[in-house]
């Protein structure tokens, strides 16, 4: 990952630019991985489809996923709520509110707008597999999930803002303190 930059007295958020392989299931969970270039470093991806608590006015294609990125290497993880658009070919990027959802998802998100370790998730599809293009991919990346009538998205994903070392060293501070 790439380190922090002071500039011009704002510290630079960590940015991790990338592929994203994304198995988008129907029942609007998704589950991939992201490698990060030229590092080559993979994360896990898993999304839940967040239900909205009264009818969206955002259009029937957008939905709010609860995204987790998982670090295999250190087997931490972080939660980060993302707008999803588009049906098979999904556009994911941050929200900055969350009204009509339940409380809960809307504290998640008013929480994560103001605090300094806020992480930013962008990906856009550029190549769209399904049927058998689809299970093919997924029997060679994600087996366990050949079968499931998955539709597979790969495109460039950006991360900025996730740093799972900082993240060890404040909880080992908060436990010495």
């Known amino acids: ?12 958020k960590a ?8 198995a988008l299931l129907p029942n609007g969970s998704i589950s991939g991985h992201f490698i990060h270039l030229p590092h080559s470093i ?3 991806l898993h999304g839940t489809e967040l239900e909205c608590e009264r009818e969206c006015s955002h259009g029937e294609d957008y939905r709010l996923i609860k ?4 670090d295999y290497n250190s087997k931490k993880e972080r939660n980060v709520v993302v707008e999803c658009r588009g049906h098979d070919a999904a556009k ?7 009204h009509g959802w339940q409380k809960d998802v809307v504290g998640m998100v008013e929480e994560k707008k103001h605090e300094k370790g806020k992480v930013s998730v962008t990906f856009e599809c550029e190549t769209l597999k399904s049927d058998k293009a689809a299970e093919d991919h997924l029997s060679k990346f994600m087996p366990k999930l050949v079968g499931m009538d998955a539709v597979v998205n790969i495109g460039p994903m950006t991360i900025t803002g996730l740093d799972f070392d900082a993240e060890t060293e404040h909880e ?3 436990r010495n303190d």
């Open 67 to 70: 995204l987790s990125i998982t």
């Open 42 to 44: 993979c994360y896990g």
């Open 172 to 174: 080992a501070t908060e």
């Open 15 to 22: 940015t991790m630019e990338g592929v994203a392989s994304l």
């Open 1 to 12: 990952m790439d380190d922090e930059v002071e500039r011009e007295g704002k510290m630079k």
């Open 92 to 98: 994911i990027c941050n929200t900055d509110h969350a």
